[in-house]
T-cell receptor, first 112, second 119 residues
Framework: RKEVEQDPGPFNVPEGATVAFNCTYSNSASQSFFWYRQDCRKEPKLLMSVYSSGNEDGRFTAQLNRASQYISLLIRDSKLSDSATYLCVVPLGGSGYSTLTFGKGTMLLVSP | EAGVAQSPRYKIIEKRQSVAFWCNPI?????LYWYQQILGQGPKLLIQFQNNGVVDDSQLPKDRFSAERLKGVDSTLKIQPAKLEDSAVYLC?????????????????FGAGSRLTVL
């Protein structure tokens, strides 16, 4: 299994739809995870952190499944402005110094 | 709070030439990262510094790439000689430290990136 794997998409959804992305990881010692958002030709920016079973922030919900080694991102009531690439980030290296490894990203396109 | 500063924003060079990128992290951030992002892919870690020491440089092509963070603050990434496949955005990021914990100390903040085109 690759260290961090994501479905590249693109996911094409209409406004108002609910969409979910999954990210699988290979290092079972990982303790914290992140979802970053990257707009075209911009730098990645933190969307959500996931430290335990999950996290919710408005329309966005991130969940962690340690047994199956995946994290998910759910976006409800999609907006046009949600169109971006969503990057899954996993710290590899255990509980000491960790290196943050990015997936290749999942592209979301929200249409009117 | 000032963000991560990078320069230059854009650079066009011919293959076999050299180039250097500069990064100034957020004040107080002990950990500094250089990532390479090729179009259509996720960022790939090149090198990670904790203060002025190297934590991970396993994916740095050391025959042509070098990086330093001499005083534990700003950093320089150099490529010499450049190849066509080095065309990418070079992203610098920083975090308070690199130990994963719920305080979010290892959350990355990125600079705007330096876009390199090698002809």
């Amino acid at each position: 299994r690759k260290e961090v794997e994501q479905d590249p998409g693109p996911f094409n959804v209409p406004e108002g739809a609910t969409v979910a992305f999954n990210c699988t990881y290979s290092n079972s010692a990982s303790q914290s995870f992140f979802w970053y958002r990257q707009d075209c030709r911009k730098e990645p920016k933190l969307l959500m952190s996931v430290y335990s079973s999950g996290n919710e922030d408005g329309r966005f919900t991130a969940q962690l499944n340690r047994a199956s080694q995946y994290i998910s991102l759910l976006i409800r009531d999609s907006k046009l402005s949600d169109s971006a690439t969503y990057l899954c980030v996993v710290p590899l290296g255990g509980s000491g110094y960790s290196t943050l490894t990015f997936g290749k990203g999942t592209m979301l396109l929200v249409s009117p | 709070e000032a963000g991560v500063a990078q320069s230059p924003r854009y650079k066009i060079i011919e293959k076999r030439q050299s180039v250097a990128f500069w990064c100034n992290p957020i004040s107080g951030h002990a950990t500094l990262y250089w990532y390479q992002q090729i179009l259509g892919q996720g960022p790939k870690l090149l090198i990670q510094f904790q203060n002025n020491g190297v934590v991970d440089d396993s994916q740095l092509p050391k025959d042509r790439f070098s990086a330093e963070r001499l005083k534990g603050v700003d950093s320089t990434l150099k490529i010499q000689p450049a190849k066509l496949e080095d065309s990418a955005v070079y992203l610098c990021a920083s975090s308070l430290d690199s130990i994963p914990r719920s305080s979010g100390a290892n959350v990355l903040t990125f600079g705007a990136g330096s876009r390199l085109t090698v002809l």
